[in-house]
């Protein structure tokens, strides 16, 4: 099987490139740096790269037999957010970012994977969502590539641990309870981490 094990370092017009391949991924696969996956052409790949490394629409990296594969942002279902004003949409990245969502920004949109919570939650905030199907590019990170707190859970989804505990509601008894957006209830005092 065909390996791909490196990015090319080099400017994409730094040299006449010959490209020999294509893979198109969506982010969820293009952020994960051990996978399976075929080139357009059918043929079965291999990916190993380091850890952290995410692979942008566009990259070109190095197979095992010397070709060149570009990397294309496979289109996929996303929510595209726009506000009246640049303050709303501050705002509206300002909640997402405390959920610790990937985002995408753009002139005067922001776009995310799909979730009816948030989507529920972007439109109490005046937003105006459109569902629409696009490659996804979210920011990086201010810190390099980052880290991730979420887990699997409910059925497939990513569970983010951080999300409800901005939420606190004061419980029988005058003591506070936190729960987060799935309704579970998580002692204040203890983060279970």
Same mark, same amino acid.
């Given at each position: 099987?065909?390996? /791909?094990?490196? =990015?090319?370092?080099?400017?994409?017009?730094?040299? @006449?490139?010959?490209?020999?391949?294509?893979?198109?991924?969506?982010?969820?696969?293009?952020?994960?740096?051990?996978?399976?996956?075929?080139?357009?052409?059918?043929?079965?790949?291999?990916?190993?790269?380091? =850890?952290?490394?995410?692979?942008?629409?566009?990259?070109?990296?190095?197979?095992?037999?010397?070709?060149?594969?570009?990397?294309?942002?496979?289109?996929?279902?996303?929510?595209?957010?726009?506000?009246?004003?640049?303050?709303?949409?501050?705002?509206?990245?300002?909640?997402?970012?405390?959920?610790?969502?990937?985002?995408?920004?753009?002139?005067?949109?922001?776009?995310?994977?799909?979730?009816?919570?948030?989507?529920?939650?972007?439109?109490?905030?005046?937003? =105006?969502?459109?569902?629409?199907?696009?490659?996804?590019?979210?920011?990086?990170?201010?810190?390099?590539?980052?880290?991730? %707190?979420?887990?699997?859970?409910?059925?497939?989804? /990513? %569970?983010?641990?951080?999300?409800?505990?901005? %939420?606190?509601?004061? @419980?029988?008894?005058?003591?506070?309870?936190?729960?987060?957006?799935?309704?579970?209830?998580?002692?204040?005092?203890?983060?279970?981490?």
């Amino acid at each position: 099987m065909l390996e /791909i094990r490196a =990015r090319l370092k080099v400017p994409r017009n730094a040299y @006449a490139l010959k490209i020999g391949g294509a893979l198109r991924l969506p982010f969820d696969l293009r952020q994960k740096s051990r996978l399976r996956a075929q080139l357009e052409s059918g043929e079965e790949v291999g990916v190993i790269l380091p =850890r952290g490394e995410v692979l942008r629409g566009g990259d070109l990296v190095v197979a095992s037999d010397g070709r060149i594969v570009e990397v294309i942002a496979q289109p996929e279902p996303l929510l595209h957010v726009e506000c009246e004003t640049p303050v709303a949409l501050a705002r509206a990245a300002y909640h997402l970012g405390n959920r610790h969502v990937p985002v995408q920004v753009g002139d005067g949109f922001m776009r995310l994977a799909p979730d009816h919570v948030l989507e529920q939650m972007l439109v109490g905030l005046g937003a =105006r969502v459109q569902r629409v199907e696009a490659p996804f590019e979210p920011e990086a990170g201010a810190y390099g590539a980052g880290h991730r %707190h979420e887990e699997m859970g409910h059925g497939g989804r /990513i %569970h983010d641990h951080h999300a409800g505990h901005a %939420h606190r509601h004061e @419980a029988d008894g005058g003591g506070e309870a936190a729960h987060d957006d799935c309704g579970h209830a998580h002692d204040p005092h203890s983060h279970g981490h």
